[in-house]
């Protein structure tokens, strides 16, 4: 069986298809977002540190409470053994019962924040204190019990607004803008306090009737903060569902170094207010105007200098390492002062500015460091103990800066302070 050959193909040639012609290089096709919000290394303006920071509102709010505060908070001791004839012991006992008392309630304000509340816990910071002035004003002349239940609601108020601003904040603000809030927040509230601490003092020459009616504004500003910052309406929405996953936001970090580092770092604080007052007028026997100078000098520093020093040591180092730097900063300035007190008052002075200085880079990270390392939803406990050890070093530190001497304080105030540093820089990790 023989079989017909295939047949055969017809084939047909194309020419040849010349080569594209050469293309510039695409250029990567922006993001699918959002356009982003200004870079870490931008300086924000204080429009947008308003707005970042829950708005007018809010603003005004913190600089009213802070002119309250400064118009009473001064004088409150003297209120209580001028105006209503207490005992120094007694007025003294009653205002440490209020720190106290403060501080108890710190872990059920922790709670609290981390249940959602935002501007209602900022709120009833400032409502409380309005009860705290009613019962100054009601307290009949040697009214102990009135006075004590003025300084405990003074109390909580006063150590309840710090965990509770900083919530808010940390809710409302973008993560690289929110270090600068927080500064710009206490520069407005330093501010706040030096004017009205000016205002009271002026005031002071009317005697008992001036006090009281220094107390009577106090209290009408703490309700006229309250009532701005409470129509912020400003809540953590999502606090529900972070609770019921909690493993989504990690594990809760471990601060108690931090925390007694914390309690060190805070003598700081009151170094102008207590320490230097002692070294000026007790050692040196200068004029009581050269405290007063160094108290005025120190807030206008903190005022001026608070905002651009966060944002500067942000845009370069962790936070951790600027709190590290902090405490060696306020070292080197505790051995200043005592280098410079034999040289008499001026060189004390110009040692307080290099304190001041840690003092602002210590402020403009302490909190935060905490915010940044806890998860949402522990981050109202996290804020309250911070508050907690901050309470108590405010506390203790007056005791001590008084029971030593200053050819012994200072080194002690500066070795601790150094330790202080080095436990943060061992045990907290660095947090951009």
Known sequence: MTTSPPAARTTTTRPPTPPPPPQPPARPSPPLSSPPSAPPSTRPTVRQLVRAGGGPRYA?????????????RPFLLLYGITVLDLGTAATGLA??????????????????????????AVAASMLVRVLGVAALLAAPTGGVALFTAAALFLGIGNQSWPAAHAALVASVAEEHLRDTVLAAARAA?????????LLATACLAGGPTALRALALASGLGFLAAAALARSVRVRDGAARARRAAPAADGAAPRLGALLLANVVYVFCLNVPEVALPLVLVTVLHASPAWPAAVFVANTVLVVTLQVPVTAWAAARWSRARVLVLAGVVLAASYLAFLLATPFGPLA?????VPCTLGEILYAGSATA??????????????LARLQLSTGFGLAVSPAVLTALA???????????????????????????
Do not use: Y
Not at 99 to 114: E, K, Q, S, T
């Open 60 to 72: 005004a709010a913190l600089l009213v409470d802070a002119l309250g505060t400064g118009l009473l």
């Open 348 to 352: 004390v002075a110009l040692a307080a």
């Open 369 to 382: 460091l905490v915010t940044a390392r806890t998860p949402a939803p522990r981050r109202g406990r996290a």
């Open 95 to 120: 205002m440490t019962g209020g720190i106290v008392a403060g501080l108890a309630c710190m872990p059920a304000l922790g709670h609290w924040l981390d249940r959602g509340a935002r501007s209602t």
């Open 189 to 197: 509230r330093n501010a706040g306090l030096g004017v009205g601490a």
């Open 406 to 432: 200053p050819v012994v304080l200072w080194p002690v105030l500066a070795a601790a302070t150094l330790a202080a540093a080095t436990l943060v820089h061992r045990t907290t990790p660095g947090t951009p």
